[in-house]
């Protein structure tokens, strides 16, 4: 690594060093293939610019030995369902006339089915060698789903909350100062929503005014399509503009830190379950036609205390079976993927903000958020106003604006 300190006297120096123009601004730098990156892309137009500046640091990262691969798949690779292995060139591939392809591991002779057998490949056969990790020794794959995406769009037109009923009485009460802050500023014009989840879900009516309101419904289960129309048809009830919700969302947060336990001193939190898997569903299939005719989309918030532990999506904090905690890791995975998926499509960015030190199985989790513009952001502790200065930023951010990155102090 080459770091100069010294500021630069003209632009063609840097040109001259890479053997390239004069950079004004590079746009669509790959920083994986490049030997050579800037610490800035941004360069002085002028000389005097450049004097001006000279004491803003410039590095250059230099990768001497670096191999230069071809371009990335954009796809997840292919796995074996026995041994994880990766479908590679030793791999035989029986290719079916409907697209759909299987392929025997190579380690442990499992045939698994070909999920990407049908990509880019709708006109004639697919063929081996339209496959370039079935070609190559060496290949690079790009999963989309795991590329963090910025959204560029306008303010979303709805905020769903999905909140967690196993946070305590004192944390509750913490969460309901941080939400009132939060709900001051969200955009004129918007709506809101909020779901409670435990083993059951709680879908609360935002529009009522003088009292505490909610369907209730199993969490064990993502909900029946026939349910799912039931709600949307009257979602203005779950789902009201902020100059409502804003008073009735503090209210049912106050109302659940009444109803809420009070920790004891030492108590672990291992009989809480959360069935946050069908929440973010219901979240997802209520926000996905609150506008059809603008995709602006919306911003799901969601504040966890603990690892998703109960119906879809739900792994367990620890196990005793190690093959049953590596099914539910697997299944979950594929869950979050799916509703990450239906996310993108509607423009729907979700947060999620898990709070406390025990173990989120982030790996699982960003599987929901990475492809939709959202994050997993860990916070120590509900009083911490961490908390609250992230919420903030994470909602600027999906308005598209990108003048904030997420403050983590270790
Ligand atoms: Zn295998």
Same mark, same amino acid.
């Given at each position: 690594v080459l770091m100069s300190n010294a500021g630069f006297s003209s632009s063609s120096y840097v040109g001259d060093l890479l053997q390239a123009q004069p950079i004004k601004e590079q746009s669509n730098v790959d920083m994986e293939t490049q030997s050579c990156s800037f610490s800035s892309q941004l360069v002085p137009e002028s000389k005097g610019l450049s004097k001006q500046i000279a004491s803003v640091p410039f590095g250059l990262l230099f990768t001497p030995f670096q191999v230069q691969c071809g371009e990335a798949l954009r796809k997840p690779p292919s796995q074996c369902s026995q041994c994880s292995a990766y479908v590679n060139c030793f791999s035989s591939v029986v290719f079916n006339r409907d697209h759909s392809a299987s392929w025997t591991c190579s380690f442990c002779g499992t045939v698994n089915t070909y999920l990407q057998a049908s990509e880019g490949l709708q006109i004639g056969e697919p063929q081996r060698e339209h496959f370039m990790e079935l070609m190559q020794s060496e290949v690079d794959f790009i999963d989309p789903l795991q590329q963090p995406f910025v959204s560029r769009g306008s303010s979303p037109p709805f905020y769903m909350f999905l909140v967690d009923g196993n946070i305590t009485k004192a944390d509750m009460q913490d969460l309901a100062r941080t939400l009132t802050h939060i709900l001051k500023e969200l955009p004129e014009g918007c709506h809101v929503g909020f779901i409670s989840f435990t083993t059951i879900l709680s879908l609360y009516e935002t529009t009522c005014g003088d009292h505490v309101s909610c369907e209730v419904y199993s969490g064990l289960n993502i909900l029946e399509e026939d349910e799912i129309e039931v709600l949307r048809s009257q979602r203005q009830k779950f789902i009201a503009p902020i100059e409502v919700a804003r008073k009735n969302v503090i209210s049912i947060v106050h109302y659940i830190a009444h109803a809420a336990e009070e920790k004891l001193p030492g108590q672990k939190n291992s009989n809480q379950q959360r069935a946050f898997g069908s929440a973010i569903h219901l979240a997802l299939q209520l926000g996905k036609t609150l506008d059809s005719e603008h995709s602006h989309g919306g911003h799901i918030i969601s504040i966890l205390n603990g690892c998703p532990n109960y119906g879809l999506g739900g792994v367990l904090? +620890?196990? +005793?079976q190690e093959q049953e905690i590596d099914y539910r890791v697997d299944e979950a995975t594929k869950f979050y993927r799916n509703q990450a998926q239906l996310a993108r499509r509607n423009n729907i960015t979700v947060d999620l903000y898990c709070v406390g030190l025990q173990s989120f199985r982030v790996r699982v989790l960003q599987n929901l958020v990475l492809s939709n513009g959202g994050s997993v952001l860990l916070v120590k502790e509900f009083a911490d106003s961490q908390l609250l200065e992230n919420m903030q930023l994470g909602i600027r951010r999906s308005g598209g604006r990108r003048n904030g990155s997420f403050d983590i102090r270790m």
């Open positions: 904090e +620890s196990f +005793s």
